[in-house]
């Protein structure tokens, strides 16, 4: 009897543990998918993310890149209302810790539908690490990916600026939107026991591409810090200057005053700031214009850099009058003394030579009349619809760049081509290999005008933008800015100008080609105003790159 007892009791443990093996079995073999998918979806908080941002780089000679736009994880507290108990204590501790009302803190609490609750972005290392010790109910910490612009206002117009949704902004931001923009898809972020906010799983997340651009850092800087001298010196409205390889079409510098600081754009005032000058503003350019009404008639045959004419100072055409500059008389010139000395009757009497459908041709062959295509956005462009209604006048004053309009960036492509041997190339930042387009004018025309445009450095108005050792090559402009340009609704000029200088160097194997475009400066002339800079500019850059002199 007795013995029965222990097998009943014996039996009933046997049949006990087996039963618990079974639904062990059960729960951690059968069903173990399962409840592995139950604890992850307590301990993880899903959602729709984006992958991070694509670093924007420039660099330098040694090629060492130089980061201008990033984006970096940051961490913030949130709340999840309704798993905050201590609603007093929490806010307290929260207040102690952040320095936030603790009235504001408790409005938060009362969301209690609400899934997050965001109570301060971009926290300090100490309140992060003092948040995470306190260890508090329904208080989360998490990184958020923030865009940064390192170097502040540093190219701030090429770089452009991303807004409060995360999309580009003008310059390269908003043209590479595609590439530098993460791919949105899901993401799990794990939540630990302690409550802490771990990373998790991504499905379909990428982050966006890097972008390495042509822009030499240094280069850059020195552009910037020369428009500031301009503006202390000769209280400039604008200024502009644009660096670019001429054979490759690579933009050296891109540099525009008055900036803007892209880490603080909402607190920009006056959003046309935000315009880029070198492509999104059209202006006429004056006697820089001169050396492709040359190179139109030399290459069309009907000139030579020797041909003569006798100037009187004044060309009459219908009711209108062409003076040159101080109304000076030069009386016999050769075509190259008319850019040495920026004649207007000598640019007015090449085109007339050159003949204006053949001026026009030319004119079209340089890219005036199309976008350059330039990887920035906005660019604009002008069908310069006075000039193309053919009057007599209209083809005169184009001829010394006046009454035709362009960007100061189709002004570098044309003169590119001077440059280069006659080829127009496609200015671009993105460094990658681009194919010169079709040739404009011969080799022996960019050569011919090369040398007259050395001549006007070397004898002319141009004297004092030489830097000994080297042949370079240039050209002043000083033009009127018309009345419509300025928004005054009246014919006419104003008496504000637009003063530039161009030029490349050295002169016959060029390394780097430069436009210093200044609005409005204090000053008679572009020879006492953009010369100066581009002289400075031009010795730093054959300094920088360590080029071997022309001559001792």
Do not use: C
Request: glycine share 8%; aromatic share 10%.
């Amino acid at each position: 009897m007795r013995n029965w007892r222990f097998l009943l009791i014996g039996f009933f443990f046997v049949a006990l543990a087996s039963g618990l093996v079974v639904r062990l079995s059960i729960l951690q073999v059968v069903n173990h998918g399962f409840y592995k998918a139950l604890a992850k979806g307590q301990q993880s908080l899903p959602g729709i993310a984006t992958g991070d941002r694509g670093d924007i780089f420039f660099t330098d000679k040694q090629g060492t890149p130089h980061a201008v736009a990033t984006s970096e994880k940051l961490p913030f507290v949130f709340l999840v209302p309704r798993e905050v108990v201590e609603k007093e204590a929490t806010s307290l501790a929260l207040f102690d810790i952040l320095n936030i009302p603790k009235e504001t803190i408790l409005e938060n609490l009362t969301h209690q539908e609400s899934l997050f609750e965001v109570i301060k972005k971009q926290l300090t290392t100490k309140e992060e690490q003092a948040i995470k010790d306190l260890s508090l109910k329904g208080v989360y910490i998490n990184q958020e990916s923030i865009r940064s612009y390192p170097h502040n206002t540093l190219a701030s117009h090429t770089i452009g600026f991303i807004n409060q949704d995360l999309i580009g902004q003008y310059g390269i931001e908003k043209y590479y939107e595609e590439h530098l923009q993460g791919k949105s898809g899901m993401e799990k972020t794990l939540r630990s026991v302690a409550g802490y906010l771990l990373p998790g799983e991504k499905d379909t997340l990428k982050d966006g591409k890097d972008l390495m651009l042509t822009i030499d850092f240094n280069i850059q800087s020195m552009a910037e810090s020369l428009l500031q001298k301009a503006k202390e010196k000769h209280n400039i409205i604008e200024g502009t200057i644009i660096v670019m390889n001429p054979t490759t079409g690579e933009i050296l510098a891109l540099a525009n005053y008055p900036n803007f600081d892209p880490n603080n754009y909402s607190k920009v005032s006056d959003i046309s700031i935000f315009q880029n000058p070198a492509v999104e503003k059209l202006f006429e350019p004056g006697s820089v214009f001169k050396p492709l009404t040359m190179a139109s008639g030399i290459d069309a045959g009907k000139i030579t850099p020797t041909t003569t004419y006798t100037d009187k100072g004044i060309v009459r055409i219908g009711g209108y009058k062409v003076l040159n500059y101080d109304e000076r008389i030069w009386g016999n010139r050769s075509m190259t003394e008319v850019l040495e000395f920026s004649i207007n009757t000598g640019a007015v009497f090449a085109e007339a030579e050159t003949g204006h459908k053949n001026f026009m041709d030319y004119v079209a062959n340089f890219g005036i009349f199309t976008p350059t295509k330039v990887d920035l956005s906005g660019e604009v462009y002008s069908q310069n619809k006075e000039l193309k209604k053919g009057y007599e006048i209209t083809y005169a004053t184009a001829s010394f760049g006046q009454g035709i309009e362009m960007t100061a960036m189709q002004l570098v492509r044309a003169y590119s081509a001077l440059a280069n041997g006659g080829y127009l190339p496609t200015p671009h930042l993105l460094k990658q290999d681009i194919e010169l387009s079709k040739r404009v004018i011969s080799e022996k025309t960019a050569s011919q005008v090369t040398a007259m445009l050395v001549s006007v450095t070397e004898n002319g108005f141009g004297k004092s933008a030489r830097v000994p050792g080297y042949y370079l090559a240039g050209k002043t402009g000083t033009a009127q800015i018309s009345n419509s340009a300025l928004g005054i609704e009246k014919p006419g000029y104003s008496d504000k100008t637009v003063q530039s200088f161009i030029g490349y160097a050295p002169a016959f194997q060029p390394k780097f080609l430069a436009l210093v475009q200044l609005k409005d400066p204090q000053t008679k002339t572009a020879e006492y105003s953009a010369i100066p800079i581009f002289q400075e500019l031009a010795k730093y850059i054959l300094d920088y790159y360590e080029i071997p002199h022309d001559y001792e």
